[in-house]
């Protein structure tokens, strides 16, 4: 369950831009967290049925800490500390790296907004991950190699982002990262902006990034060398930049979702995009039980990738939910039917794919607990 620990602070003058007034300020802590575990069955993990216990499958293990100060006249000093883990193992997910996933300080503002620093994640995570199928499948549903970051792998390192507040419903943003020191601490310069809009029943979202010196590791990512003359290694993207739009309607017990995203790749003399089309349907049929069905297509050149997934969850409290899902993957033209997150990298040989199937499937029970 979420612990709150409150406590009284002295009276502050502050304002943020803006005149000052004496208040009783108070701050709070949370802790909060998720944990996934259970079994998935690989038809196909490099050319063989393979069952792996996995954990994070679903949402990605984490803890983390939630923090604010009330400093009065709408105006609160904010922060958020959170880890990755792997629960089978309890390591680090990111060894060495305690809050790996964010770690940030900022203030905020009812009527300004807020500006934050540290390690964030971008626009496509704040403003389109609620359209994608992966919020509800998980990681075997997310586009290839999560290179639009609607999975939130990128963890962006030396970020400064503010975010407006919400006017009629519309809220914008813009982020931008100093380059870190080397690539294995994070990326290069990184700059991003983004748009959200919700209007009852119906929501939009819109999001760019622009990263420059990226590292990639393609084939255990995608099933991809991304280009045909790369190796099959990791390397480092020069210049990697997405744009997505995403939008929702509900009605009744059905939400419609659709979602569209570009992400452009050069890396050295190597350019391309890949575009990917998604639509899914969520239905509610009771408090407790949900089901998802949905589909993408994306094409890199030659290169196509097509998803098809269906899950089903069941809260049997307020906390804790239990999940089947199932998720078919095509892949043609060069590429391999790799799941984001769900095995070892295929097999390259002088940049063609060494047969291992052109489909894959992954069927998961598990269950989630969230406090």
């Known amino acids: ?51 792996v216990a996995q954990d994070g ?3 990605s293990n984490r803890w983390g800490l939630l923090g604010s100060e009330d400093l009065g006249g709408g105006t609160k000093i904010i922060f958020q500390l959170e880890n990755g883990f792997n629960l089978y193992s309890g390591t680090l997910v990111q060894p060495g790296v305690l809050f790996s996933r964010q770690s940030w300080i900022g203030v905020n503002n009812a009527r300004y907004g807020s500006f ?17 199928m992966g919020q509800y499948a998980g990681q075997y549903s997310w586009h290839p190699g999560d290179f639009d970051h609607l999975a939130g792998t990128l963890h962006i390192n030396n970020a400064l982002k503010y975010a407006s507040s919400v006017y009629r419903g519309l809220s914008v943003g813009a982020l931008y990262a100093f380059p870190s020191s080397s690539v294995s601490a994070g990326t290069g310069r990184v700059i991003a902006f ?7 029943p119906f929501q939009a979202g819109v999001a760019y990034t622009d990263t420059h010196d990226l590292g990639l590791n393609a084939p255990s990512q995608a099933g991809t060398t991304l280009f045909p003359n790369l190796p099959a290694a990791p390397l480092v993207g020069t210049s ?13 017990p059905s ?114 607990t969230r406090f």
């Not at 990697?240 to 009744?252: D, P, Q």
């Not at 949900?290 to 809260?315: C, I, P, R, V």
Request: hydrophobic letters at 40%; glycine letters at 14%.
């Open 1 to 51: 369950m979420k612990a709150k620990y409150f406590c009284s602070a002295v009276g502050m003058v502050v304002a943020l831009g803006g005149a000052s007034q004496p208040v009783s300020a108070q701050s709070s802590v949370t802790l909060y967290g998720v944990i996934d575990a259970g079994v998935t069955y690989f038809s196909n993990l490099n050319g063989h049925g393979t069952f």
């Open 240 to 252: 990697v930049s997405s744009i997505g739009a995403g939008a929702s309607y509900r009605f009744g």
């Open 116 to 132: 934050k620093l540290g390690k964030q994640f971008d626009f496509f995570w704040d403003n389109l991950t609620q359209f994608a």
């Open 57 to 59: 499958s679903i949402q």
């Open 255 to 368: 939400l419609t979702r659709l979602l569209f995203t570009d992400t452009h790749f050069r890396i050295r003399n190597d350019n391309g995009s890949m575009p990917v089309y998604e639509i899914s349907e969520l239905f509610q049929f009771t408090p407790a039980a949900t089901l998802m069905g949905g589909y993408w297509y994306a094409k890199l050149s030659e290169q196509k990738f097509q998803n098809a997934t269906l899950l089903f969850d069941y809260a049997i409290s307020k906390r804790t939910d239990v999940y089947a899902s199932g998720s078919y993957l095509h892949a043609s033209g060069g590429a391999a039917p790799v799941f984001l997150g769900g095995g070892s990298a295929p097999i390259f040989l002088n940049g063609s794919l060494v047969g291992t199937g052109d489909s894959a499937k992954a069927i998961r029970v598990g269950m989630r």
């Open 194 to 200: 983004g748009a959200r809009y919700d209007g009852g």
